[in-house]
């Protein structure tokens, strides 16, 4: 471990305590990993921890402590043997998920996944995926020059493009799979044939996979070892050298200020005494908050994002179960998700947050009603929202997360009616034609608003009556 055990024990303790979801979350991965390196080693499959993963090894002695993904590298060949053992070898709890296994998935390198739990994305693009556990990625490396690999990038991104933009996703999946099917049996297989008539010593990730870090055999090989977690795993010959190639000065922990964890949901086998889903009222489910006398509005265990919603939806203040009423405060993560059926939502005056991608992608929402009451918007919360035309964002808003309405192309007309300028991530107006959208904001405020960045780029920016 490269940093004092001081630090990383205050770091565990704020982001992964003992039995927090996140450390659970990790310690899956582990046995994911575990298992992976057994059956590699029994058929003499060489792999390296890669990324994140490496990084937490040299730096941590394993996990990052906010990190909640697990990378592994090999190259392609012995990659390719691996995929052929691994669905014969894994445990019943596990699966390999790659396009063969799961027709659904796109990506050019695999995963394996638990089956003991499920794990929610903000991309969305496991939405139709049969195996939604934790996960780790498996990425294969290839020896090819960059020019080849960006042109297999490229290829690869017309099905992330066709996800995105979907209207429907049975046609959508349809077309992605012609397209990676194309890709597999004839493009990749022409620019390898490029590749081999033009050498090169570089080493990057697989033909269409969407990143490139370019190194070299002698980075690599021969694999060393190093504990992560109190286990010996392989890791690369000059694990400094890498490490630095992705990271810079890899040593300096980030700004504590800069840290934050990763949004992905997860559900590991629950306690059976808590009702995490057991609430339910006219088609939306609600999940009972920390202090045990409020709720949030959520999606049902089958992670249906209040699809059983549409039309006008009205949440209401409160919901009642075995004799006892329960305030409605927050609209939680995802809880709509990509429902299109939804046209206007109309939440109660006492919901004061708004969850990470509440609302992401519903794409009939064209109106909606916030509460007085709200303080926070976030990351996420409307994003690919491209019905909505105008926006009321109520004087108590104190902070609006990244991306909270990129992609809502149909906004023209946004009042903020609070006095202190609200904190701002990153990209929230992203993809909004804010030079032909008007922003309104209190009188006293609007010279602050016309010097502060994001709110700054509206074409026109007036005072509220």
């Not at 004839?186 to 996979?209: A, D, E, H």
């Not at 010996?232 to 504590?256: A, E, I, W």
């Not at 939440?347 to 992608?361: D, E, H, Q």
């Not at 996420?380 to 309405?405: E, K, Q, W």
């Amino acid at each position: 471990m490269m940093i004092p055990q001081a630090a990383h024990d205050s770091l565990r303790d704020r982001f992964s305590p003992d039995g927090s979801l996140l450390r659970r979350h990790q310690l899956r991965m582990l046995e994911i990993l575990a298992e992976t390196d057994r059956i590699c080693r029994k058929h003499s499959i060489p792999y390296w921890l890669s990324s994140g993963t490496l990084l937490g090894a040299v730096r941590h002695g394993g996990f990052i402590p906010w990190d909640d993904d697990l990378d592994i590298e090999m190259m392609r060949g012995d990659y390719d043997r691996l995929m052929s053992v691994l669905p014969a070898e894994l445990p019943p709890t596990m699966a390999l998920q790659t396009h063969e296994t799961d027709p659904a998935y796109f990506f050019h390198y695999a995963k394996v996944r638990d089956r003991r739990s499920r794990l929610l994305e903000f991309t969305g693009y496991d939405l139709c995926w049969k195996e939604r556990g934790i996960y780790i990625d498996i990425f294969p490396l290839e020896c090819q020059p960059m020019a080849l690999h960006r042109l297999s990038e490229a290829c690869a991104g017309h099905m992330y493009k066709m996800w995105r933009t979907r209207t429907d996703d049975t046609a959508a999946l349809r077309r992605i799979g012609r397209l990676f099917r194309l890709n597999s049996s004839l493009t990749f297989p022409l620019l390898r044939l490029l590749g081999r008539l033009w050498p090169s010593g570089v080493i990057t990730s697989g033909m269409g996979i969407p990143y490139h870090n370019p190194r070299r055999m002698e980075d690599i090989f021969p694999l060393s070892t190093m504990l992560f977690e109190g286990m010996p795993f392989p890791v690369p010959r000059d694990s400094d050298h890498m490490l630095r190639l992705l990271y810079g000065d890899y040593t300096m922990l980030p700004p504590p200020e800069s840290i934050r964890e990763h949004a992905s949901a997860v559900g590991i086998a629950p306690p059976p005494s808590i009702p995490v889903y057991g609430l339910c009222q006219d088609g939306i489910y609600y999940t009972l908050n920390a202090d045990g006398v409020s709720v949030s509005v959520t999606h049902d265990d089958s992670f249906s994002f209040g699809r059983e919603c549409s039309g006008d939806i009205a949440v209401p203040s409160t919901v009642a179960r075995d004799g006892r009423t329960y305030g409605v405060t927050r609209v939680g993560y995802r809880a709509f998700y990509a429902n299109d059926c939804v046209t206007s939502i109309s939440l109660p005056a006492g919901v004061t947050r708004i969850g990470k991608g509440a609302f992401l992608r519903c794409r009939s929402l064209a109106s909606m009603d916030l509460p007085a009451g709200l303080t926070d918007i976030g990351a996420y919360a409307f994003m690919a929202c491209r019905s909505l035309t105008s926006v009321v964002i109520p004087a108590g808003v104190t902070d609006i997360g990244h991306r909270a309405f990129s992609g809502c192309c149909s906004l023209l007309s946004l009042v903020c009616r609070a006095r202190e300028v609200p904190q701002l991530g990153s990209y929230v107006f992203n993809s909004v034609p804010q030079s032909r959208a008007t922003l309104y904001v209190p009188s006293s405020s609007l010279e602050a608003y016309k010097a502060a960045d994001q709110w700054n780029s509206f074409g026109t920016i007036l005072p509220l009556c």
